[in-house]
């Protein structure tokens, strides 16, 4: 189970960071990724973090602002959020998979778990 949280509003340039707490599997096992969709919009991408500290990866409009981490003792990943746009605004969603085509990071099909969303609201 993947369990999201850590959302809410805050203003432009601020800073948020999201966990994703998850359950029933080692964490250090598992490729961890965050989406994001927008009203009205697609889910897209965000981050991921690979299996066994592999790497991470990032979309092109947070690199630089956004960084990914986890923590396994605690079963918990993390997002956490500088400089934030309005264009964040979003519902975020973590997702967990056992294998992943690194390549294919940022495609949902390649996630089997999927936590419910997270609200984060970038506005003045």
């Known amino acids: 189970q993947l369990q999201a949280s850590g959302g809410g509003l805050v203003q432009p340039g601020g800073s948020l960071r999201l966990s994703c707490a998850t359950s029933?599997?080692?964490?250090?096992?598992?490729?961890i990724a965050w989406f994001r969709q927008a009203p009205g919009k697609g889910r897209e991408a965000v981050s991921c973090?690979?299996?066994?500290?592999?790497?991470?990866r990032y979309a092109d409009s947070v690199k630089g602002r956004f960084t990914i981490s986890r923590h396994n003792a605690k079963n918990t990943v993390y997002l956490q959020m500088n400089n934030l746009k309005p264009e964040d605004t979003a519902v975020y969603y973590c997702?967990?998979?056992?294998?992943?085509?690194?390549?294919?990071?940022?495609?949902?099909?390649?996630?089997?778990?999927w936590g419910q969303g997270t609200e984060v609201t970038v506005s003045s």
């Open positions: 973090i690979l299996s066994s500290d592999a790497g991470t």
């Open positions: 029933g599997f080692t964490l250090d096992h598992y490729n």
């Open positions: 997702a967990a998979t056992a294998y992943l085509w690194t390549t294919d990071w940022d495609k949902e099909r390649e996630y089997d778990y």
